[in-house]
Each structure stands twice: as structure tokens, then as C-alpha cells.
Nanobody, 128 residues
Framework: QGQLAEAGGGSVQVGESLRLSCAGS????????MGWFRQAPGKEREFVAV?????????YYGDSVKGRFTISRDNTENAAYLQMNSLRPEDTAVYYC????????????????????WGPGTQVSVSS
């Protein structure tokens, strides 16, 4: 059994940055694709970013965060990260990390249903 736990959320002003972390425990997630999703009140869960397992060579981003967010991983720490720059009010949401055995190259990698491990989420609030 494995678990994921997010940290690093908080309240910031427009244009500021935050770095979210996702710590894995109970098993190694080094071979898993690690993804980030977010969910705002009243909205569906939205794909944010994903990084491939192993060396993390492949990444993919949602259109709304492309160029502002960067996903990374550190397998020695069994962790993944999401650097969020130039934050906007529309980035306000609960952010979740997730792990999938599927590869980044498959079209459904943005579908939360293919992720088998989820963290409890961390709140990010951006105010103007």
C-alpha cells in the first residue's frame, strides 16, 4: 500500500509563486507517472501537469498553466513537485497529486480515472 501527501499550499497575491510538494510513503513511486490535478468549488477536477516515471524525461501540462507551472520529481525523496509562478485568481483550488502506472504518452493521461493513488489535497488561494 502506498500513500501520497501534498504540502506547500497557502494564500498568495496575484503574480506570486508557490511550490507544492507531494511525498510518497509505503511504496516507491519512482516508476509511476506523477500528476497534479486541481478542483475549484463547483467545478470538475482539472488536469494540471504530469511527469513520466523513472527519469521524468516527459512532461505534459494543461493549457491554462503552460509556461507558468513546472513539474519535477526526485525519486531519491520519493517525491514530486509543482512550481507555480505568476499565479492568478483562477488558479485558486484544492491541488491534488496522484500516481499512475500509465505512461505520459497516452492520450488519457489527463483523465483522473487512470490514477490509482491520490493525496488528500492542499488549498491554494490567489487574491488580487
Amino acid at each position: 500500500q502506498g500513500q501520497l501527501a501534498e504540502a506547500g499550499g497557502g494564500s498568495v497575491q496575484v503574480g506570486e509563486s508557490l511550490r507544492l510538494s507531494c511525498a510518497g510513503s509505503g511504496r516507491s513511486f519512482s516508476g509511476y507517472s506523477m500528476g497534479w490535478f486541481r478542483q475549484a468549488p463547483g467545478k470538475e477536477r482539472e488536469f494540471v501537469a504530469v511527469i513520466s516515471g523513472g527519469n521524468g524525461r516527459n512532461t505534459y501540462y494543461g493549457d491554462s498553466v503552460k509556461g507558468r507551472f513546472t513539474i519535477s520529481r526526485d525519486n531519491t525523496e520519493n517525491a514530486a513537485y509543482l512550481q507555480m509562478n505568476s499565479l492568478r485568481p483562477e488558479d485558486t483550488a484544492v491541488y491534488y497529486c496522484a500516481a499512475s502506472t500509465s505512461g505520459v504518452g497516452i492520450p488519457v493521461i489527463t483523465n483522473p480515472r487512470i490514477y490509482s493513488y491520490w493525496g488528500p489535497g492542499t488549498q491554494v488561494s490567489v487574491s488580487s
